[in-house]
C-alpha cells in the first residue's frame, strides 16, 4: 500500500480545515485552503489565525501526516506560514510554506507562495527543491470564483522525478448564511479529477460538510464545532480501494 501513496513525492497532501470534509475548495473563502490549493485566499485570513491537523493516510501503521499553519490579515494583505510533514519509518516529506496575498480591488485578491520541499531518506540524506504557486480570486455577491497554478515552475528532485503542475480551478457559493457549496476541477500529467462539496450551519456551534471526489470516486463527510474562537474539524474520508480515513483538525481566529 505504501507504494500507492508514493506514486509521486509529496501526495497526498493533508487537508485543512473546511476542505478536508467538503473535498473542494480551491474559491471557497477560507483561509487554511490557502496552503497548497490557492494561495490567493489567504486574503481572507483574520486579524490572527493558527490551525492544525493530523490524520494516518488510511489507517496505515506507522505512516502519519501533520499540518501547522499561521495567518494574518492587515488590511488589504494577508501573510501566511505553514509546514507539513508526511512519512514513515526513516522517509519523510516536509513542505516549509511562505505564502502571501494581495486585495487588489474590493472583490478581487492574487496570492503566491512559495515552498521549500525536503526528502529524507536516511538519518545522513536529505535533498530540497523549491516549489512556487501562483492564484487568483473573485467574488461578487455569494459566488466565488477561483484560479491557481501550483508548482509552476517544475520542480525536481535531484534523482530526476519531476513534481509536476497543476492547475486548479474552482467554484463556490454561499447564497445562505448557513450554507455553502463548493466545486472544484484540477489537472495535471496524472490526469484530471473533480470534487465537490457542501457545509451546513445546523448551530452557530456547529456545521455539517459532505464532499465527493472522482476518480477515484471518493467519499467525505465531517463535522465542526465552534467555541468561540475555536473550532474543532473531523473529517471521516472513504476512499474504494484504501482503507478509511479520519482527519482532526484544530483551530484558532482572532478577528
Known amino acids: 500500500m505504501l507504494l500507492l501513496l508514493l506514486v509521486a513525492a509529496f501526495e497526498p497532501m493533508l487537508p485543512l480545515g473546511p476542505a478536508a470534509a467538503m473535498n473542494a475548495g480551491t474559491a471557497h473563502p477560507?483561509?487554511?485552503n490557502a496552503?497548497?490549493?490557492?494561495p490567493a485566499l489567504a486574503a481572507s485570513s483574520p486579524w490572527l489565525a493558527l490551525g492544525g491537523g493530523y490524520w494516518r493516510p488510511y489507517g496505515l501503521e506507522g505512516v502519519d501526516q501533520a499540518g501547522l499553519s499561521a495567518a494574518a490579515g492587515f488590511e488589504r494583505w494577508a501573510a501566511?506560514?505553514?509546514i507539513s510533514q508526511f512519512g514513515f519509518d526513516r522517509y519523510r516529506e516536509r513542505d516549509f510554506a511562505v505564502l502571501g496575498a494581495f486585495r487588489a480591488f474590493p472583490t478581487v485578491a492574487v496570492g503566491a507562495a512559495a515552498h521549500l520541499l525536503t526528502v529524507t531518506t536516511s538519518?545522513?540524506?536529505?535533498?530540497?527543491?523549491?516549489?512556487l504557486d501562483a492564484g487568483a480570486a473573485w467574488s461578487v455577491g455569494f459566488l466565488h470564483l477561483g484560479v491557481a497554478a501550483n508548482r509552476f515552475n517544475l520542480p525536481r528532485?535531484?534523482?530526476g522525478d519531476l513534481l509536476p503542475a497543476t492547475v486548479r480551478a474552482g467554484l463556490s457559493a454561499e447564497p445562505l448564511e448557513d450554507f455553502a457549496v463548493a466545486l472544484d476541477a484540477a489537472w495535471s500529467e496524472y490526469g484530471g479529477e473533480t470534487s465537490a462539496g457542501f457545509e451546513l450551519g445546523l448551530l452557530p456551534q456547529l456545521k455539517l460538510r459532505f464532499g465527493v471526489g472522482y476518480p477515484p470516486l471518493e467519499y467525505a463527510a465531517g463535522l465542526g464545532v465552534v467555541a468561540g474562537p475555536v473550532e474543532v474539524d473531523y473529517a471521516f474520508r472513504y476512499h474504494p480501494q484504501l482503507r478509511d480515513s479520519h482527519i482532526l483538525g484544530l483551530r484558532f481566529s482572532w478577528w
Open 30 to 32: 477560507h483561509w487554511q
Open 35 to 38: 496552503f497548497g490549493r490557492n
Open 80 to 82: 501566511m506560514l505553514g
Open 123 to 131: 538519518p545522513v540524506r536529505t535533498e530540497a527543491v523549491v516549489a
Open 157 to 159: 528532485l535531484a534523482n
